[in-house]
């Protein structure tokens, strides 16, 4: 079976995700600071019979990401890994001129430092993985949460935008001429609109999710036997969101409802590149969190 870490899988669209993954009967290793919540949602996903490894930190701790790493070897090896835990840097977020610098730095460790750093410890496992062999072999039928139908993102699905050309800065990942491996495991890490928009309050934030980018389509070019993916899911009603901007009460889709369209970027075997969600731009003024 093939094996996922996926950090921040107590809640939201860790967890969610995480419960699509099990459905499919990946072994899968969550963490999250939370250990009530964290062992909740362990005991749901075991329920699906897979394996399920749950140990409760924090990503910024290089123990803890050692912790994960070694999980996931116990478990077989790693096929995929899920960068899903955030830091807003200011709850509620500010303007720049009042925010609180070592909060700046608190969403930098979160957001970038740790993704890399779990990275760089996973890549021996994400490089010898057998996930394009997964990909080939997989008959099931996906567990499609929302409403869209499945579908390939490059064969028009309406779930995904792909930019991988060299027409965008910000989604250059690899140019039309870069030869594509993608033989081995997979990276996908959880951006924000605010990484490329200017959304007033969401510079700390955004700043660090547009760090996060970078270092993405940047591996991605490093390390071509791997597919590395940045996906922007659009607003969701999650508890970051709330405390971001707790006076906001407006309707916003749950985080279940993004999904299906990690899921069809999955079953794609997707080149590596960035990939906004299908109806997830934010409104005017405001940005996005999970």
Do not use: F
């Not at 957001?111 to 994400?126: H, R, S, W």
């Amino acid at each position: 079976m093939p094996v996922a870490i996926i950090t921040g899988a107590s809640k939201g669209l860790g967890r969610a995700l995480a419960r699509a993954l099990a459905v499919r009967g990946w072994d899968l290793v969550v963490e999250a600071r939370s250990a009530g919540p964290l062992q909740e949602a362990a005991r749901e996903l075991r329920g699906a019979g897979g394996r399920v490894v749950a140990p409760a930190g924090d990503v910024a701790d290089g123990g803890h990401r050692a912790a994960l790493v070694a999980a996931a070897a116990e478990l077989g090896g790693l096929d995929l890994l899920v960068n899903n835990a955030s830091a807003l840097g200011a709850e509620p977020l500010v303007r720049l001129a009042e925010h609180p610098l070592d909060g700046l730095r608190r969403a930098l460790e979160v957001n970038v430092v740790a993704p890399l750093a779990l990275i760089q410890l996973a890549l021996p496992l994400l490089r010898n993985s057998t996930y394009g062999s997964y990909l080939s072999s997989y008959e099931g039928e996906a567990p499609y949460i929302g409403e869209a139908p499945p579908g390939r993102p490059d064969e028009g699905s309406e779930a995904y935008e792909a930019h991988t050309s060299s027409g965008n800065s910000h989604n250059s990942y690899l140019s039309d001429s870069t030869p594509y491996v993608g033989t081995g495991g997979a990276i996908l890490c959880l951006s924000s609109d605010a990484a490329v928009e200017a959304y007033p309050t969401w510079g700390g934030y955004g700043a660090s999710k547009a760090a996060l980018d970078q270092l993405s389509a940047v591996l991605a070019v490093e390390e071509p036997g791997l597919r590395v993916w940045s996906v922007d899911p659009g607003d969701m009603r999650t508890d970051l969101y709330a405390a971001a901007v707790p006076d906001d009460d407006s309707g916003r889709p749950l985080p279940g409802t993004v999904v299906p369209a990690l899921l069809r970027l999955l079953d794609a075997g997707a080149r590596s590149g960035r990939y906004p969600a299908a109806g997830a731009a934010a409104p005017a003024g405001t940005g996005s969190a999970r």
